[in-house]
């Protein structure tokens, strides 16, 4: 399954972005999708994942902060609205299907303070 993610850009410390990241197939079958973060000069970290029956999963970092959903039925969509951004989330935003490690280009996040 191919991803590409879209909806990162520049946003001011206390704003929302809401990136999402389309699959090339149905995901109504994946067990298990989540969203990364990679800042620069830091590894990978996972920030929220979502099962197929809509459980989640955060990272403390962004527990309260953001919501991670999927849209099975009609697009094929995962989403990861965030709200509250902190200078700290900037990064690059990957997207992943973990069932068959399959992972996005990333989508660039920066919020200035």
């Known amino acids: 399954v191919q991803l590409v993610e879209s909806g990162g850009g520049l946003v001011q410390a206390g704003g929302s972005l809401r990136p999402s990241c389309a699959a090339s197939?149905?995901?109504?079958?994946?067990?298990?999708m989540g969203w990364y973060r990679q800042a620069p000069g830091k590894q990978r970290e996972l920030i929220a994942v979502?099962?197929?029956?809509?459980?989640?999963?955060y990272a403390d970092s962004v527990k309260g902060r953001f919501t991670i959903s999927r849209d099975n039925a009609k697009k094929n969509t995962m989403y990861l609205q965030m709200n509250s951004l902190k200078p700290e989330d900037t990064a690059v935003y990957y997207c992943?299907?973990?069932?068959?490690?399959?992972w996005g280009q990333g989508t660039q996040v920066t919020v200035s303070s």
């Open positions: 979502i099962a197929s029956g809509g459980t989640t999963n």
């Open positions: 992943r299907v973990v069932d068959f490690d399959s």
């Open positions: 197939r149905s995901i109504s079958s994946i067990n298990v």
